[in-house]
């Protein structure tokens, strides 16, 4: 099964997401060691695609707090061990220097990655969505994780890479 590993920020919306993806099928909560935050597994779908789907605490910047550095290699790890990424930005918030950095670290390390513009209902995200090109990581894809919306063209955009 392919492995999908949903990436970025706190507060994106990866949970959120990952719950739509989900359903009600259940999720497996793994234990990282030296974690406390726990990563979550389960079995996902979207449209016709079938996929191993990875939620992740959210990345920070390390800056030597202990927990932040775990939680970023938890990341990390998740990268490196799926087949592709999904990289969350809230497009009401717009790109912040965070998102900056972990676009970075992504171009440099995932093989295949979705830019995925979250909180897109409405029209508050429309700047958001531009700003989110300019990562240099492809066209990225409108979506209300919440709502719904945007699910048939991240289904587009993820079918060649999984
Ligand atoms: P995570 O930290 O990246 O896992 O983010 P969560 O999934 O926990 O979501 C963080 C907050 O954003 C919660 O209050 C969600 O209800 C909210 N949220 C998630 N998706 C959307 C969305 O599509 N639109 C809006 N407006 N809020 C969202
Ligand atoms: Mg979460």
Do not use: Y
């Not at 993806?21 to 497996?28: E, T």
């Not at 300019?134 to 955009?157: F, I, K, Q, Y």
């Amino acid at each position: 099964m392919r492995k999908l590993a949903l990436v970025g920020r706190p507060n994106v919306g990866k949970s959120t997401l990952f719950n739509r993806l989900v359903g009600r099928r259940s999720a497996i909560v793994a234990d990282d060691p030296g974690t406390t935050r726990d990563r979550r597994e389960g079995a996902g779908r979207l449209a016709d695609l079938e996929f191993t789907v990875v939620d992740t605490a959210g990345w920070e910047e390390a800056k030597g707090a202990a927990l932040e550095a775990r939680m970023r290699r938890q990341t990390e790890q998740a990268v490196k061990d799926a087949d592709a990424v999904l990289f969350l930005i809230d497009a009401r918030a717009g790109v912040t220097p965070l998102d900056k950095s972990f676009a970075q670290w992504l171009r440099a390390h995932a093989r295949k990655t979705v830019t995925v513009a979250n909180k897109c209902e409405g029209r508050d995200g429309v700047a958001g969505v531009a700003e989110a090109f300019g990562l240099g990581l492809g066209e990225p894809v409108p979506l209300s994780a919440e709502h719904g919306l945007g699910l048939a063209d991240l289904r587009d955009a993820l079918a060649p890479l999984i």
